[in-house]
């Protein structure tokens, strides 16, 4: 559960610096006061920590699906 808010958070600020670079246009600021607003500082730091968090999604064991088994050789 926390992996997936964590990575909705990466997506939502991807986007917002994808928008910065490409159209110039931060989104999070204009919807909540601009960049220095408490709230925008705040939902940027939550953004921030949802990233940190998600570098640690990367060195989790996958756990192999269940009903996926290899091939048998006959």
Known sequence: MLDNISLILVIIGALNW???GIFN????GA???GQGSIISRII???VGI???WAISIL???KLPME???SPSRS
């Open 18 to 20: 994808g928008s910065i």
């Open 25 to 28: 246009f931060d989104f999070v």
């Open 31 to 33: 919807l909540f006061g």
């Open 44 to 46: 940027f730091a939550v």
């Open 50 to 52: 949802a990233g940190l």
């Open 59 to 61: 060195f989790k064991d």
């Open 67 to 69: 009903g996926k088994h």
